[in-house]
């Protein structure tokens, strides 16, 4: 399966609403090493997540740390 088109890098909102469960001792949000950006942990049904839209916004590979 393919994400983007002609081979274009997977990254923003092209991960819709896929989301990448974190510990629950997760800090308040994990910090893209290559970006410096930071992606927010969310929590639902007692569940904590990142968006991984969020993670790849800028740049195809992740690599985080607890921010």
């Known amino acids: 399966a393919?994400?983007?088109?002609?081979g274009?890098?997977?990254?923003g909102d092209v991960w819709?609403?896929?989301r990448?469960?974190?510990p629950q001792e997760a800090?308040?949000?994990y910090r893209q090493i290559f970006t410096g950006a930071c992606a927010a942990v969310s929590e639902q049904?007692?569940?904590?997540?990142i968006r991984a839209a969020d993670v790849f916004a800028q740049f195809p590979i992740a690599f985080l740390e607890a921010a």
Do not use: F, H, Q, Y
């Open 2 to 6: 393919t994400l983007t088109r002609e």
């Open 8 to 11: 274009n890098a997977p990254i």
């Open 16 to 18: 819709g609403d896929t």
């Open 20 to 22: 990448i469960s974190v």
């Open 27 to 29: 800090p308040r949000c």
């Open 45 to 49: 049904d007692g569940r904590k997540w």
